[in-house]
């Protein structure tokens, strides 16, 4: 019964992780212009500002195998959150665009991280169902990814500081 229970919460919380993924990636997308006004930076800055976070997501999945390997998906995964949060505390407290370019490099390394363990640990755990569970944590991203704007525009106009939505999205992971 505890093993089930387990499988249960690990469907649970792998299905809110990719969730959150993606609120976090289209609140990213929501606030980037106003992000970019605040610092007085151009267009082309704001494109590099985008870019930078899919830099940040581009290194880890060279490594993965081989931190997988030696500490486990388990370790993987937490670490992989831990890096996601501490690029949500840097971006809601940065008062410079080099500090955010820097903050969004380590969120996108996060969640790559997070993202293609997460699904590791799915088709590992259940291979008589990983394509139904990958299927599932994919409808789980896309439902957040509906949802980040929704939520990113009720908490601006109830006078969220738009730098307190990364904080928010650290503080779910």
Not at 4 to 21: K, P
Not at 24 to 36: G, K
Request: charged share 10%.
């Amino acid at each position: 019964m505890q093993h089930r229970q387990h499988r249960g919460l690990l469907i649970a919380v792998s299905y809110a992780t990719t969730c959150m993924l993606g609120v976090y990636v289209t609140v990213y997308q929501y606030t980037i212009l106003t992000i970019a006004q605040s610092f007085g930076v151009n267009a082309a800055v704001m494109g590099f500002m985008i870019g930078m976070q899919y830099l940040g997501m581009s290194a880890p999945p060279l490594f993965i195998g081989i931190f997988s390997g030696r500490y486990g998906k388990k370790k993987l995964l937490i670490a992989s959150y831990a890096l996601i949060i501490l690029g949500a505390l840097l971006v809601g407290f940065t008062h410079s665009i080099a500090a955010f370019l820097g903050s969004v490099f380590i969120i996108g390394a996060g969640f790559s991280v997070t993202e293609a363990t997460t699904s590791a640990v799915l088709s590992d755990e259940f291979p008589e169902a990983s394509r139904r569970h990958l299927n599932f944590s994919q409808v789980g991203f896309s439902v957040g990814a509906l949802a980040g704007p929704l939520i990113a525009e009720a908490l601006l106009t109830r006078g969220v500081a738009v730098m307190n939505l990364y904080l928010l999205c650290g503080a779910a992971f």
